[in-house]
């Protein structure tokens, strides 16, 4: 008898308590324009390339992915949406999401959702 059938399951949360999004992960740039219905994110996660990003769950035509951010604008949206829901507003999924990317020049780029 296995740990499942015992009920006991994977908890889908990192060693510091974060969530895990056991999915393939997905480039920004292979995502832009092209709707997306973005269903959960989790704050604050660390990897190779620093802290403090977002990892930002999606689904694209019945796949589920994620991707990885640390655009201020990305982050700030999500933040007034997980204050909605915490004050009691369903928000997620959230469907027909299109991200847009803008050039800053020296090869920099900000990325936002399409209001």
């Known amino acids: 008898m296995?740990?499942?059938d015992k009920g006991i399951k994977q908890s889908g949360r990192t060693?510091?308590?974060?969530k895990f999004f056991d999915v393939k992960?997905?480039?920004l740039m292979d995502i832009l324009n092209v709707p997306i219905t973005v269903v959960?994110?989790?704050?604050?996660?660390?990897?190779?390339q620093g802290e403090g990003k977002y990892c930002v769950l999606f689904e694209q035509n019945g796949?589920?992915?994620k991707f990885i951010t640390n655009c201020y604008n990305l982050k700030d949206v999500l933040d007034q949406a997980r204050e909605a829901?915490?004050?009691?507003?369903?928000?997620f999924p959230v469907e027909n999401v299109i991200v847009k990317r803008r050039s800053l020049g020296d090869g920099k780029s900000a990325y936002y959702f399409e209001e």
Do not use: H, L, P, W
Request: net charge positive; no cysteine; hydrophobic share 15%.
């Open 85 to 91: 829901e915490n004050n009691g507003q369903k928000i």
């Open 25 to 27: 992960e997905t480039r």
């Open 63 to 65: 796949q589920r992915s």
């Open 40 to 48: 959960d994110f989790e704050t604050n996660v660390k990897t190779k």
């Open 15 to 18: 060693k510091d308590g974060k």
């Open 2 to 4: 296995s740990f499942a």
